[in-house]
């Protein structure tokens, strides 16, 4: 059985050996043609007694020749030693020996050799410049023609099709496209194939037989141009160079295809953003002022209804639910101005006890069943800040607290200054459920809710926390959240700098 299998592969061996030596003898009867027709023609020369600088003259002919059709220093070399040896061994006294009576005859014979060998290299160089110059042109011609139908492709396995077909067309073998979806996976949808002879196929399949060249984008592998191994060990330094460059341009048109995508997804979301913020504005700006009413007339309603009367209860739930939208409302539009850049901070310093005191209350006015402790410094706290703002966000981490801390549990606010005295920190800390692991690294998210909360929690949209990490970070400062951990509850943390410019100057 191995037998059968190991015979053609040894005849095949000595077919390619042969096939190997073919160019080699080619070469070797133009050689010995021209010499010999040299020879023929210095015969002739001779017969008309012509001198035997004409006969030099045909042999140096028969050695530019050469180097012409042959191609190579080596045969170059190798015809000129052989023009100058049969000249003096033919055409030299005496004849048919290599030895030379008359001094001047080895004036010209070494001179004839000087000259049959520089003729033969410079004919050679001037060929093998030619040959290059052809290649480079060929070479533009390709890539100029890949690239025109690169830019038209409109979209990747266009561009897929395009560099599989142009690759296939230069080596006339089959050639494979496979691209990489955003992960670095191969991706089944756009992967392409090219055959000489059967046309487009959908699959590429991974053998060991196949030799894969990456095509390389700027940020990451986009995918591989895959070849047959045999094919691709018979490629030459020329065709190697053009492949390479077919792939530098099929990476460009990934790229600048997948550039476009992008841009085109983000002026999208731009647009999307625009629309959604035009449109929450101005939903809020005409819920403000109804919202406004209501809250008025149930205040007033409040005033003039006794807490023993049975519609006290209902007025006091409309009063705070009309709060809750309304501060909702004010919410919604403090984010739309933060992030169209409208919010303008009016920074002065500001004492930090007092802005707490304001934001206490506020909060207790609304929510005056709930125990609020403040904690400060001795010393006074002048802290550049937007006083309005930084109160909304002590009103925002305030009103987090209430919605997870019952009415008989206290919430605690502290404001001190940094050990390195460059910040003033506030905290807020609440005594209820605590943050959910999976919670903490989006709590401060446009829109993120908590999926884990009580049922007695009032519902929120997860836009407070998002306004006050804007706010905050305006300011110069940042904010954290955590669970607490001398207790049950959660700490929400933000940091205000005493120097305005601290940031800069750092």
Known sequence: ?????????????????????????????????????????????????????????????????????????????????????IFNFLFMEPYYTFSVNTPNYIITFTIMAITAFITSTLTTHAKQNAIQAREREEEAKALYSLTNRLTDAADIPEIADIAASAVCEMLNCR???????????????????????????????????????????????????RIPMDDAKRMTSTQTRLLQGMIE??????????????????????????????????????LRTPLTGIMGTAEMLL????????????????????????????????LTRLQEGKLVLHKQEEAGEEVIGAAVHHVLHLHPEHDI???????????????????????????????????????????????????????VCDHGEGIDASDISNIFQMFYT????????????????????????????????RNRENGPGAEFIFTLPFKENFHESK
Not at 51 to 65: G, P, S
Not at 183 to 202: C, L, M, Y
Not at 402 to 421: C, D, F, Y
Not at 462 to 469: A, D, H, K, R, S
Request: net charge neutral.
């Open 175 to 225: 050639v494979g496209c496979v691209c990489f979806d955003e992960s670095g996976k191969p991706d089944e949808a756009f992967t392409r194939q090219f055959s000489p002879k059967n046309g487009t196929t959908k699959e590429v399949t991974s053998q060991k037989s196949f030799f894969d060249w990456l095509i390389s984008g700027r940020d990451s592998t986009l995918g591989v141009i």
């Open 1 to 85: 059985m191995n037998f059968f299998k190991n015979a053609p592969e040894k005849g095949k061996g000595i077919q390619d050996h042969y096939s190997a030596m073919a160019p080699f003898l080619i070469r070797m009867s133009i050689l010995f043609s021209f010499l010999l027709g040299a020879s023929l023609i210095g015969y002739s020369f001779k017969a008309l007694q012509l001198q035997e600088t004409n006969i030099a003259i045909v042999y140096l002919l028969a050695v530019l020749l050469t180097a012409r059709y042959t191609g190579g220093y080596l045969f170059g070399f190798w015809v000129s030693l052989f023009a100058a040896f």
């Open 373 to 427: 402790w403040v904690t400060a410094p001795e010393e006074l706290l002048l802290i550049p800040m937007d006083a309005k703002l930084i109160r909304q966000v002590l009103i925002n981490l305030l009103d987090n607290a209430i919605k997870h801390t019952k009415p008989e549990q206290e919430i605690q606010v502290s404001l001190k200054k940094e050990n390195s005295g460059n910040y003033a920190v506030f905290s």
């Open 450 to 481: 908590s999926a884990s909360r009580r049922n007695d929690v009032k519902l929120g949209v997860g836009l407070g926390l998002t306004i006050c990490e804007a706010i905050v970070k305006a300011h110069g400062g940042e904010i954290k959240a």
């Open 249 to 286: 341009n099929t990476a460009l048109a990934m790229d600048r295809f997948h550039a476009a995508e992008q841009r085109r997804k983000t002026n999208e979301a731009i647009v999307q953003e625009r629309y959604r913020g035009n449109l929450l504005q101005a939903i809020s700006h005409d």
């Open 303 to 334: 005033t003039m209804t006794g807490k023993d009367d049975n519609r006290y209860e209902l007025i006091k739930e409309i009063y705070g639910d009309a709060d809750w939208l309304h501060s909702l409302v004010e919410n919604i539009l403090s």
